[in-house]
């Protein structure tokens, strides 16, 4: 599935823009996945991609195909590569998301593995205004990291989700890892710092607002059969 979204519907795209002739710019919004496991320090835009998994893979394997229409066809891309996004509306299968309600359930929150891998976390409205800027400030044929400094482990995640729903730390539950998780992801995002973007959301703050909306809102805004899929399939 991530090959023929990913890579086959990119190259789809690209050449429907190749024949249209009339583009003006091909934003391809890629993950930080594609550097692969980053144990320590930040990667840059041009650090080797080593992704780990059939979906960063097919994430590198769909910016390359960027790329190469880009210097055959003269295309203008720009590529992002941002971490993880979150804020309210976002499907419950996403750990913020998923954790909050699990919580506000008296649920345990399901977390892989020792819950020692660490990510990056964005607002996504400060990931909306890096997308707009790279758009209007960008360069054609560049690559552009979008990232914070937020970088926290999934079992830290857990315990402030919990501590901010139920007012209390609680136990979690420990499910099987991943057959390949990668220990860390962490950028560089100087490149975008200098367009003029600046992240206007400490995490801290978002999270709360992503709580406090999932808790008010969250219960009636998928189906009833999601939340089954979303929150309960992970448990172990």
Not at 25 to 48: I, K, N, Q
Not at 57 to 82: D, L
Not at 184 to 197: C, F, N, P, Q
Request: glycine share 6%; net charge negative; with cysteine.
């Amino acid at each position: 599935a991530f090959s023929e979204d990913n890579v086959v519907g990119t190259t789809v795209l690209l050449e429907c823009c190749r024949k249209a002739k009339a583009l003006k710019l091909f934003l391809y919004c890629s993950t930080d996945e594609v550097y692969g496991d980053v144990p320590d320090g930040e990667s840059r835009e041009d650090h080797a991609l080593e992704p780990t998994n059939p979906y960063s893979a097919s994430k590198a394997a769909a910016e390359h195909m960027c790329m190469a229409y880009c210097k055959s066809f003269k295309m203008p891309v720009i590529i992002t590569r941002t971490c993880n996004m979150y804020g309210r509306h976002q499907y419950p299968e996403k750990v913020i998301p998923r954790f909050a309600l699990l919580a506000k359930r008296g649920l345990p929150c399901s977390v892989y593995g020792d819950g020692k891998a660490a990510r990056s976390f964005i607002h996504v409205q400060d990931a909306a205004e890096a997308f707009d800027i790279v758009v209007h400030k960008g360069v054609i044929g560049e690559k552009y990291n979008i990232g914070t400094n937020d970088l926290v482990t999934v079992r830290e995640l857990a315990d402030k989700i919990t501590l901010a729903v139920r007012g209390e730390h609680a136990e979690h539950a420990y499910v099987e890892d991943r057959v390949l998780n990668d220990s860390r992801y962490a950028v560089d995002y100087s490149k975008v710092r200098a367009l003029g973007w600046a992240q206007r959301i400490p995490f801290d703050d978002g999270l709360q607002r992503t709580i406090e909306w999932y808790l008010e809102y969250g219960d009636m805004h998928w189906k009833a059969e999601h939340y089954d899929k979303a929150l309960f399939e992970r448990m172990g």
